[in-house]
Structures are given as C-alpha cells and as structure tokens.
C-alpha cells in the first residue's frame, strides 16, 4: 500500500510538472499573439524586417508598444535583407543573421529546423523570410504545434498573417534565413 501512494505521489508530482510546463507554452502563445501580434503594425509595404524585429523587442518588453522607429527609420528600403540586423544589438538584445545559403537541393533543411526548435526550446522565437506574393515577407515564429510544425505571425498594414504550415513552405523553397538573437542574462 505504502509503495503504491508513493508510485502515486510521483505520478501526480509529475502529471502538475507536464501539465504547468504545457500551460506556460499556451500561455506565452496568447501573450505573444495577444499583446504585441494585435497590438503591432507593418507601416510601410517594405518594411517586414524592422517591423519583425520591433515585434521581437515588443515581446521582451524592451521598447513600448507604440515604438516604430526601426520602420520609420527603414521606410520602403528596397535592398534591405537580415544582413542590416547582423550582430546589430537592439536594446540589449543582439540578432544574429543564419542559413545564407543557396536556396537548393542541398540546403540543410534539417540543421535549419533543428536550430529553430532550440530556440523555440530557449524560450526565445525567431525570425524567418518565407516567399510571398512577388517576393519575400518575414515571420516571427512563435511556437511547434504537437505535429512538429511551426506556427508564425506576421502583419500586413493592420492585417495579420499566421502560418500553421512554415516547414511545408520553407521546403518546397528550398530552404531560408532566420534572424535568431541573444538576449542578457535574466531577460
């Protein structure tokens, strides 16, 4: 009997650990999208970098919401890439530019999915470029789904974008760059 309510005692120790670990993830999830994906705006028709980034800064509460200076300062830049956020340290937070490579068959598909998931795991998101009408638009992805995919955001204007699907997208592309960023201790 004795044995049984301890074998017990772990069970319910560790079902309250799975579930409180669960419970953060959804909840970080509704933060992110809730208070800074609904709360930001895209300002100008080029300016998807910046404003993935501002989205980043948001979400660690480093600027206000109402902060858009790297898109105003970027407007419509035509010729901007992740490169111009490359060891570019943003209020305390340094963003780190990976995957420049050739977008083909021997892209490292996996290695750039994995990277992902360890920031993701890091409790941190990451900026990814995905093809779009006539180009290119940046995400933050915030999260894998149970499936193992990626969920990320976006906005257009006012206009949100989600993606549920970003691993189908990123390899019928044949890969992408992300923008990644350390953040200092206790943030």
Same mark, same amino acid.
Request: aromatic residues 20%.
């Given at each position: 009997m004795k044995k049984m309510l301890s074998i017990l005692a772990v069970f319910i120790n560790t079902s309250i650990v799975f579930h409180s670990k669960a419970q953060t993830q959804k909840d970080d999830d509704?933060? +992110?999208?809730?208070?800074?994906?609904? *709360?930001?705006? $895209?300002?100008?028709?080029?300016?998807?970098?910046?404003?993935?980034?501002?989205m980043i800064l948001k979400y660690h509460k480093?600027?206000? +919401?109402?902060?858009?200076?790297?898109? *105003?300062?970027? $407007?419509n830049k035509a010729d901007g890439s992740f490169r111009d956020f490359n060891n570019r340290e943003l209020y305390g937070i340094t963003f780190s530019q990976n995957f420049v490579l050739p977008?083909?068959?021997?892209f490292p598909i996996d290695s750039l999915f994995q990277t992902i998931e360890n920031e993701l795991k890091s409790e941190k998101k990451v900026i990814i470029s995905l093809p779009a009408e006539g180009?290119?638009?940046?995400?933050?992805i915030c999260r894998q789904t149970p499936d193992g995919d990626f969920v990320s955001y976006s906005k257009l204007g006012s206009h949100t974008l989600i993606l549920r699907n970003t691993k189908e997208i990123v390899k019928k592309s044949n890969g992408t760059e992300i923008l990644t960023y350390r953040t200092p201790p206790g943030m």
């Open positions: 509704f933060e +992110f999208f809730d208070t800074v994906v609904n *709360n930001h705006n $895209q300002l100008f028709q080029m300016s998807c970098i910046p404003s993935a980034v501002e480093v600027v206000d +919401f109402d902060f858009y200076n790297l898109q *105003n300062e970027w $407007q977008r083909n068959a021997t180009g290119w638009h940046m995400f933050v």
